[in-house]
């Protein structure tokens, strides 16, 4: 089992920036892939932002250039830095992990509870 706990979200006016963190306990040693998921109401959770544990990286085309995934493997923790925010980005923020080294979801993987992330205009 891993447990994961978000934090950093909040209310931001556009063109602002927020810093997610992601803390992971458990069984870390099986996580292979780590990423940061959003949805809102109505659509399908998306990928923004996933790492690997061998430092391979993917960023979805809508936040690239102002997003960026980072890890800190000292403290189990996973970043999302949110630079240049949009009103588009407001969801609840998930953060994933993942028994296989894939940025795919619904198999061997565990959610965190959300954080609210709001953008207004």
């Known amino acids: 089992q891993v447990q994961l706990v978000e934090s950093g979200g909040g209310l931001v006016q556009a063109g602002g920036s927020l810093r997610l963190s992601c803390v992971a306990s458990?069984?870390?040693?099986?996580?292979?892939?780590m990423g940061w998921y959003r949805q809102v109401p109505g659509k399908q959770r998306e990928l923004v932002a996933g790492i690997t544990s061998d430092e391979l990286t993917n960023t979805a085309d809508s936040v690239k250039g102002r997003f960026t995934i980072s890890r800190d493997n000292a403290k189990n923790t996973v970043y999302l830095q949110m630079n240049s925010l949009k009103p588009e980005d407001t969801a609840v923020y998930y953060c994933n992990a993942n028994l296989r080294p894939v940025f795919a979801i619904g198999f061997r993987d565990y959610w965190g509870q959300g954080t609210q992330v709001t953008v207004s205009s």
């Open positions: 458990g069984s870390v040693f099986r996580v292979k892939a």
